[in-house]
């Protein structure tokens, strides 16, 4: 009896699998590498014939700065279970500060995954094009580090956000919200706000701070911002300033508008107020009653400020001199027109009468 055709036979069918067993987790890396350092460490470690898992799919970049913090996001949005970038050491890159940026823009976008649970599956190295032993031991690292974290709890990777940037897309725009569909996914529920060190924050990302004892509460900012990040919301006698720091571009306009030079643009990111878009409140300005009918109608210090300025043009005589039937710092735009519209009325009846 021939025994080849049993084993071909054998050989066509897969082996099934033991009951209640299940396959060993092999985690889905993406490994992001210079091309002059990392990429070449890599391949010296490959050519070199070095055992390494095969667990990194390698994207080759000309430089780590090149490295855009969404492909990140998005890697993980798409369920890989870790992301690795490789670059030069610091000193060595081919584009001078290129990693040096780079590695800052990855630790602050990496302090924001933390609060998610995803901080520990992703990372930042330096391999020289020399250190081929090097990357296949951060690579056998790194894989024991996700296959001890687990698959990722990212699910539903079907949902992926676009990530494209165009005139109606910024880059910040995107990364807000990208960041807010992991949270999400991740069903991170934030508690209280998160203030980042001014330090740890990148370029691009800050928000007006403005100095109370300078602030009249004019409107300029406010109207002078193109991303409409300002926001104003009156409670009683008192209004407040706020910014949506998701939608600030940073672009300084309000700074440089400022009548007071009251703004200073300052680096800075609280987590919370970005993730819910929410604006990020200052301090309250005291508002001014109408003398007239008591409403609140401008902010205190505007009123003062006036009234300030026409004492330093010296103009208050000539104020007095129009006789206003007002009070003219402390009275409603609406109640001068009414108190003007009695003037007139009153001047003008007696004269039609005598026309008649
Ligand atoms: Fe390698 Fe910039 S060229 S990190």
Redesign the pocket.
Known sequence: MSTTGSKSKAAGKTKPKAKGKKDPFEPRILAFC?N??SYAGADLAGTSRMTMPPNLRVIRV????RIDPLFILQALEAGADGVLVS??HEGD???VT??IF?KKRFMFFKKILAEFGLGDRIDFVHVSAAEGEKWASINKEFVERIKKLGPTPVKNVKDLTDISIDDDHTRKGRIHEILVSLSNKMGYEPKKPLHFDPEEVVEGYGFPKRDPDKCIGCYACYNVCPEDAIKIEDIQNKRRYGTLHAQCLVCKECEKVCPQEAIVIAPGFELLSFLLNEPLWEFDIPMQKCSECGEYFNPKPFCDNLEKKISEMKAEKTLEELNLPFKPYTTCSTCKRKKLAQVVAEVAHPALKLMK
């Open positions: 210079c002059w350092c000309n430089c780590t700065g670059g030069c890159c081919h584009y290129g990693n780079s």
